[in-house]
Every structure is written in structure tokens, then in C-alpha cells.
């Protein structure tokens, strides 16, 4: 394995592999928010070079292999162009304040340890370097509902949670479900019960049925405790 392997925590050092697929990024913006993603491919040195590949027009800031590997494609300073068309809060251009990470795996297995260390090293030193908060690292899924649904229902948010590098909420509130939502950061325009999959995907995974007391409670408490920044 390469340095840009982490086994046991050691110092990450991520193998540069430039992607042509980025620019700057637009208006004077700084990334104040962590974007993860999955490849949805099932070899993580395909997914890589698809990244790379003139033709794909899609890039990310970093793609993380299932054995810890992890490659640089965009440097953090530029625009990967990752996000495509959503919303968070009142951030529109999600690319120009973002930082975006590709973790290999096609959506229906465990994310592999050595994979989610590695992460938990990258999430830290992003959040560190930027002054990017818990609450605003999200998935693709929370800014492109119904568009995307990565990095999915076996993705292990709780485990980030615990480290301080995202955000878990108790179900303890009440109030309007798609008010609160909006207060959370969910402004991208989508009907209910697609705002209602992706919230619970990412904070309710394997939940169904119409909305509930439980759904409603999540989000008052998310609404509540990190109400998305109007900056």
C-alpha cells in the first residue's frame, strides 16, 4: 500500500491524482461545508480515474478506497465539481463552499473499517483547516433530495457523530416537519414525502410509512440545536 493508506490512525498523507474536472471557486466563496458522497462503482481506482476523466465533467476533492486508501484529485482551495444542482440552507452554488469526498462503495454493503478511519482522519483535518462545524458536514443526499441519495442508508453517521466530526439528534420536540426542516438547512424545493426519504435516510435509515411523531420530533430537535447559518 501507498502513504496515502491510514492503518491504525497514522498520519494521513492522501496520494495526489489530479482531475482536470474544477475551477476556482466563485464570488471570493471558502468551503464552510464537507459533502460526502459514495461512487456508487464497485472498484474505487475506476472511480478514481472516471473523476479524472475529461469526458465525466464531475470530480471530487478526495476518493477513499475500502483499504484506507485515499486520493487527492482537486486541491481544497479549488471548486470540485461534485454537488451538482440542490441546496442548503441558502447556499445554492454547494460546489463553491464545499469540500467533496468520494468514498467507494456502491450503496448496499457496510462502509469497511479501515475506510471509515481513514475518513474520521480527512473529516477532522478539513474541519480543522476551514473552521467547518459538526453540523455542517452533510451528505449529497441532504442537499439533492430525490436527486441523489448517497452516501445512504448504510453509511454510519452515528459513528461520525461520536467523534465530532456530524451531528446525531434525540427525537424530543415538536412543530411543523418541513418549517423545522428548512430551519435545519433542507431548502431544496421537493414535495413531502421526498424530503420525508431523505431525512430519513440520513437520520432514521429503514423507517417507513407516512410521516410521524418521531419524524416530527428529529427535526424540531435538529431545527432546535443547529439552525442552518442565513450567511
Not at 88 to 108: C, F, H, K, L, Q
Not at 126 to 150: F, L
Not at 221 to 230: E, F
Request: proline fraction near 8%; charged fraction near 20%.
Amino acid at each position: 500500500m501507498g502513504s496515502g493508506t491510514v492503518p491504525g490512525g497514522a498520519q494521513l498523507t492522501p496520494l495526489w491524482h489530479p482531475s482536470p474536472n474544477c475551477g476556482p471557486r466563485r464570488d471570493g466563496a471558502r468551503p464552510d461545508l464537507i459533502v460526502l458522497h459514495y461512487t456508487a462503482m464497485d472498484c474505487a481506482l475506476k472511480a478514481r480515474d472516471w473523476l479524472c476523466a475529461t469526458e465525466a465533467q464531475v470530480s471530487a476533492h478526495y476518493v477513499l478506497g475500502p483499504d484506507g486508501t485515499v486520493w487527492q484529485l482537486v486541491a481544497e482551495d479549488a471548486r470540485a465539481w461534485h454537488a451538482g444542482a440542490g441546496a442548503w440552507g441558502p447556499v445554492t452554488d454547494v460546489n463553491s463552499r464545499s469540500i467533496g469526498i468520494e468514498i467507494a462503495n456502491t450503496g448496499s454493503t457496510p462502509f469497511a473499517a479501515k475506510q471509515m478511519d481513514t475518513l474520521e482522519t480527512l473529516v477532522a483535518g478539513i474541519m480543522d483547516r476551514h473552521t467547518i462545524p459538526p453540523e455542517r458536514v452533510i451528505g449529497h443526499s441532504d442537499m439533492a433530495p430525490g436527486r441523489k441519495i448517497d452516501p445512504g442508508a448504510k453509511f454510519d453517521w452515528q459513528r461520525l457523530a461520536r467523534q465530532g466530526l456530524a451531528i446525531w439528534p434525540d427525537a424530543k420536540g415538536d412543530g411543523d416537519f418541513e418549517a423545522n426542516a428548512r430551519l435545519f438547512g433542507y431548502t431544496a424545493a421537493v414535495p413531502l414525502d421526498t424530503l420525508l426519504h431523505a431525512v430519513r435516510l440520513r437520520f432514521r435509515p429503514g423507517a417507513k410509512g407516512p410521516l410521524d411523531n418521531t419524524d416530527r420530533a428529529i427535526m424540531a430537535n435538529l431545527a432546535h440545536r443547529w439552525p442552518v447559518s442565513q450567511v
